[in-house]
């Protein structure tokens, strides 16, 4: 799938180096059981994934508060190419906003592994409008999710 | 309501010019006067008004005509909706990106393999007695 129709994007990239072969990386970010246990804010939080990969197909990571409240993050495979590269959509369920697109580089570096996270707010003209309304909401829940580990 | 990702793509693309980025640095000092915010830039008078339109149209600085100078100063909306967005995701993926170095630092075979090593090579805490 591509996404030529991009008008233009807020993209952040983040990366990291792991002391970890390319296969175990990868398998950390695509195995459902795996993901489960690492993809957690703070420990304050538990995952439960579910991952069906497969090009058009669908990944769910439920993180759910200790207090009982559940953010679910979902989206849809783009490409995969194992051991190295993943696209998929991101998107809060429940929430206004739409789509936005996830890209995972993973670079062996001699024993190492480089993790590069391209996470892109893009739009169109037809996209505009759905995420127009987005932000508000989006903008509001985040912080009480993204609060960084102390 | 304020379209918040539409704005997002004017922001950007008004941020994507040096010259409009240091007028914005310019006026993070304060208020400023089309002529100073002209000043430090090798251009004519109605570039830098396009410019300042620019910003403007993005809602990242507004325009005030008194008498027959024009000031200008910052407004902070669209430009901390895009840093909003930025950052919260920042804090997020970093913290994701630690969460999983220790997972594969807790899963590594490796290490497994060579704590076995080191318990196989640990002598017993109490030696045998002798009979």
Same mark, same amino acid.
């Given at each position: 799938?591509?996404?030529?129709?991009?008008?233009?994007?807020?993209?952040?990239?983040?990366?990291?180096?792991?002391?970890?072969?390319?296969?175990?990386?990868?398998?950390?970010?695509?195995?459902?059981?795996?993901?489960?246990?690492?993809? !957690?804010?703070?420990?304050?939080?538990?995952?439960? !994934?579910?991952?069906?990969?497969?090009?058009?197909?669908?990944?769910?990571?439920?993180?759910?508060?200790?207090?009982?409240?559940?953010?679910?993050?979902?989206?849809?495979?783009?490409?995969?190419?194992?051991?190295?590269?993943?696209?998929?959509?991101? +998107?809060?369920?429940?929430?206004?906003?739409?789509?936005?697109?996830?890209?995972?580089?993973?670079?062996?570096?001699?024993?190492?592994?480089?993790?590069?996270?391209?996470?892109?707010?893009?739009?169109?003209?037809?996209?505009?409008?759905?995420?127009?309304?987005?932000?508000?909401?989006?903008?509001?829940?985040?912080?009480?999710?993204?609060?960084?580990?102390? | 309501?304020?379209?918040?990702?539409?704005?997002?793509?004017?922001?950007?693309?008004?941020?994507?010019?040096?010259?409009? +980025?240091?007028?914005?640095?310019?006026?993070?000092?304060?208020?400023?006067?089309?002529?100073?915010?002209?000043?430090?830039?090798?251009?004519?008078?109605?570039?830098?008004?396009?410019?300042?339109?620019?910003?403007?149209?993005?809602?990242?600085?507004?325009? #005030?005509?008194?008498? +027959?100078?024009?000031?200008?100063?910052?407004?902070?909306?669209?430009?901390?909706?895009?840093?909003?967005?930025?950052?919260?995701?920042?804090?997020?993926?970093?913290?994701?990106?630690?969460?999983?170095?220790?997972?594969?630092?807790?899963?590594? %075979?490796?290490? !497994?393999?060579?704590?076995?090593?080191?318990?196989?090579?640990?002598? %017993?805490?109490?030696?045998? #007695?002798?009979?």
């Amino acid at each position: 799938m591509s996404h030529t129709a991009v008008a233009s994007t807020t993209s952040l990239v983040v990366s990291r180096t792991y002391p970890a072969s390319v296969e175990r990386v990868f398998k950390a970010w695509t195995d459902a059981n795996q993901l489960g246990q690492w993809f !957690a804010p703070t420990d304050d939080y538990t995952t439960q !994934a579910s991952v069906d990969l497969r090009v058009g197909h669908e990944y769910r990571i439920a993180i759910t508060h200790k207090g009982g409240n559940v953010h679910t993050i979902l989206g849809t495979y783009h490409l995969i190419d194992p051991p190295r590269k993943l696209v998929y959509t991101w +998107r809060w369920e429940g929430g206004p906003m739409a789509d936005t697109l996830v890209t995972v580089d993973f670079t062996p570096e001699g024993e190492a592994t480089k993790v590069t996270i391209t996470h892109e707010q893009f739009t169109n003209t037809e996209d505009r409008d759905k995420h127009a309304e987005g932000w508000n909401g989006c903008l509001s829940r985040l912080p009480r999710l993204f609060a960084p580990t102390m | 309501m304020v379209k918040y990702s539409a704005t997002l793509d004017v922001t950007f693309s008004a941020l994507s010019d040096p010259t409009r +980025r240091t007028i914005l640095s310019t006026l993070r000092r304060g208020h400023a006067s089309v002529t100073e915010l002209a000043r430090p830039h090798d251009i004519s008078m109605p570039a830098i008004l396009k410019h300042l339109n620019v910003l403007e149209q993005a809602g990242l600085i507004e325009q #005030r005509k008194t008498g +027959r100078v024009r000031m200008c100063r910052l407004t902070v909306g669209p430009m901390q909706a895009a840093a909003d967005w930025l950052s919260l995701y920042r804090v997020f993926w970093e913290n994701q990106l630690d969460n999983l170095g220790r997972f594969l630092e807790r899963t590594d %075979p490796e290490k !497994a393999k060579k704590q076995e090593n080191k318990a196989c090579r640990i002598p %017993p805490s109490h030696p045998p #007695r002798r009979s």
